[in-house]
């Protein structure tokens, strides 16, 4: 069997591994804190005894877009964005910290600040525990600030801070949870830097025309492969015919 066929096989399964990148993008681009994955293809020559002769495709995401969506104001009490660079801290499904933009914030029954995703919202000591009180107030530096219930409604009390960091941006990876992490797994320090937006979301940064029109160039670059399968498929057939007459 021609060895083409192989070669055209691997792009077109490399280009489904692409377009399922595009896929999810999509799929997020109305997620609060969003960040879209890049993804690229690249040519990858067949080393074995002698010179590479076929070059196989090969798909992979080189980096995350970073840059920041648009805010959105909500006049949520507990809908807060990141005003410029900088993460929220919050405690991952496997106990790890990770990193969110997504400030939609909401509190559990049993006292829990956690993500619109369920993650718990890390303070100075660990995951946010708020008692029941009739207001809560975060502040632009992550304070969080409440009003005990049966309590003067002048009376703030200050009961936690949000963990806010900067880690260097060459250092972060994201993970197949959506979370951002940096690369030596090490929980980064609180700043003082960061600063919030209350009453406001961040949006996905992803960028539904530029995502619809790679889409449509995928498409087309897999029914390249495909066209090139078959015309493969029938150059066997046509050598097969010949060497029959012979």
Same mark, same amino acid.
């Given at each position: 069997m021609d060895r083409a066929l192989y070669v055209a096989m691997s792009g077109a399964k490399q280009i489904l591994l692409a377009q399922a990148s595009n896929a999810n993008n999509l799929a997020n681009a109305n997620t609060p804190g969003f960040r879209a994955d890049f993804e690229q293809l690249r040519s990858m020559p067949v080393f074995g005894n002698g010179y590479p002769s076929? !070059?196989?495709a090969m798909t992979e995401r080189p980096g995350t877009d970073l840059s920041m969506?648009?805010?959105q104001t909500t006049g949520r009490d507990l809908d807060v964005a990141i005003n410029g660079e900088g993460w929220i801290a919050v405690q991952a499904r496997d106990g790890s910290e990770a990193y969110t933009r997504a400030g939609n914030l909401q509190i559990t029954p049993s006292g829990q600040l956690v993500t619109g995703s369920g993650l718990p919202v890390l303070g100075n000591a660990g995951p946010i525990a708020i008692p029941p009180a009739q207001k809560v107030e975060i502040g632009t530096d992550g304070t969080i600030s409440i009003v005990p219930q049966n309590a003067n409604p002048a009376a703030l009390a200050i009961l936690d801070r949000i963990k806010l960091v900067k880690p260097d941006?060459?250092?972060?990876?994201?993970?197949?949870?959506?979370?951002?992490?940096?690369?030596?797994?090490?929980?980064?320090?609180a700043t003082n830097e960061v600063q *919030? !937006?209350?009453?406001? *979301?961040e949006g996905s940064n992803v960028s539904t025309v530029e995502e619809l029109v790679q889409m449509i160039e995928l498409a087309r670059q897999f029914e390249y492969q495909?066209? *090139?399968m078959k015309t493969v498929e029938d150059n066997g057939n046509a050598?097969?015919?010949l060497m029959r007459i012979g």
């Amino acid at each position: 069997m021609d060895r083409a066929l192989y070669v055209a096989m691997s792009g077109a399964k490399q280009i489904l591994l692409a377009q399922a990148s595009n896929a999810n993008n999509l799929a997020n681009a109305n997620t609060p804190g969003f960040r879209a994955d890049f993804e690229q293809l690249r040519s990858m020559p067949v080393f074995g005894n002698g010179y590479p002769s076929r !070059v196989y495709a090969m798909t992979e995401r080189p980096g995350t877009d970073l840059s920041m969506g648009s805010l959105q104001t909500t006049g949520r009490d507990l809908d807060v964005a990141i005003n410029g660079e900088g993460w929220i801290a919050v405690q991952a499904r496997d106990g790890s910290e990770a990193y969110t933009r997504a400030g939609n914030l909401q509190i559990t029954p049993s006292g829990q600040l956690v993500t619109g995703s369920g993650l718990p919202v890390l303070g100075n000591a660990g995951p946010i525990a708020i008692p029941p009180a009739q207001k809560v107030e975060i502040g632009t530096d992550g304070t969080i600030s409440i009003v005990p219930q049966n309590a003067n409604p002048a009376a703030l009390a200050i009961l936690d801070r949000i963990k806010l960091v900067k880690p260097d941006k060459s250092l972060l990876e994201k993970g197949e949870d959506g979370l951002m992490r940096v690369r030596n797994g090490a929980p980064v320090a609180a700043t003082n830097e960061v600063q *919030l !937006v209350t009453g406001s *979301l961040e949006g996905s940064n992803v960028s539904t025309v530029e995502e619809l029109v790679q889409m449509i160039e995928l498409a087309r670059q897999f029914e390249y492969q495909i066209k *090139l399968m078959k015309t493969v498929e029938d150059n066997g057939n046509a050598g097969t015919t010949l060497m029959r007459i012979g």
